[in-house]
């Protein structure tokens, strides 16, 4: 629950916290993070639960095909991440 602190909450604002989920990975992005990269980053330093970023990630995958298409390549496509990305999608 709210803590009452500078970010929103998942229970209480979920919007705002999607939103700054996908904001953190945009930033991942800009630092040419792999998607395993990201999740512990975001995980290890801002306490985002690995399955919200992986579920926020997987929308910013199907919002944009092309870039992800085009970025994939410089990351790894068989890691234990990408693994379960996999799984979640089926």
Known sequence: MCQGG???CLYCHPHGY???????????????MGMDDCVEALAQHAGIQPL????VWRELMKE?????????PATSQNSP???????LSL
């Open 52 to 55: 919200v970023t992986l579920t």
């Open 18 to 32: 999607i939103r700054m989920v996908q904001h953190l990975i945009e930033v991942c992005l800009i630092l040419r």
């Open 6 to 8: 500078h970010q929103p």
């Open 81 to 87: 991440t990408s693994k379960m990305l996999g799984i």
């Open 64 to 72: 944009n095909r092309e870039f992800f298409q085009a970025y994939s």
